[in-house]
């Protein structure tokens, strides 16, 4: 299987979508809502796609400063082409464009064993909030 690895975030929102929904990840990201879809497309300035000819086989979709920190938002890799390294070439190239920023990410509970075994150190203090909850 030849897989091309492109760099940029012009990607039909309803391909990505059809993307999530054929892993897991589509569970925990909003794939019914297109707007909300095509805006995480259009405001990410770090996407990596894996493509099978024409069809999207794979994300990495980022937000970067490109000088310290990049937020790994959604990594997916279709089921149909998972464990042939296309998540690991997905993130190496979001490294490598990230310069020196280092790669900052929540794992899904299916993925907590794949970030140690890629090379990833678990961060003890991580926090987060959602937008339906108070600051202060
Ligand atoms: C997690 C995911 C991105 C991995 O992508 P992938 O292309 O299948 O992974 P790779 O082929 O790069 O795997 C690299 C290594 O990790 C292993 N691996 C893959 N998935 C794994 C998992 N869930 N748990 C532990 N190890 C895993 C592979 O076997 C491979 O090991 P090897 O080199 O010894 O063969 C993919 O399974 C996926 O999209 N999952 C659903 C969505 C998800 O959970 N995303 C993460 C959100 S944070």
Redesign the pocket.
């Known amino acids: 299987m030849k897989i091309e690895y492109r760099l940029g975030n012009d990607i039909d929102p309803a391909a990505a979508a059809e993307l999530y929904r054929a892993?897991?990840?589509g569970e925990r990201r909003p794939v019914d809502d297109l707007d909300r879809m095509a805006a995480m497309l259009r405001n990410a300035n770090l996407v990596v796609t894996a493509w099978d000819g024409d069809l999207l086989a794979?994300i990495a979709r980022s937000m970067s400063d490109f000088a310290f920190a990049t937020y790994l938002s959604?990594?997916?890799?279709r089921e149909s082409?998972?464990?042939?390294?296309?998540?690991?070439?997905l993130m190496r190239i979001t490294q490598r464009e990230g310069g020196q920023a280092k790669i900052i990410?929540?794992?899904?509970p299916?993925?907590?064993?794949?970030y140690p075994?890629?090379g990833f150190t678990r961060h003890e203090s991580a926090w987060m909030i959602g937008p339906e909850e108070r600051i202060g």
Request: net charge negative; aromatic share 4%.
């Open positions: 892993t897991t990840l794979g959604d990594l997916a890799v082409h998972q464990r042939q390294g296309i998540g690991v070439e990410l929540l794992a899904a299916q993925a907590g064993d794949y075994r890629v």
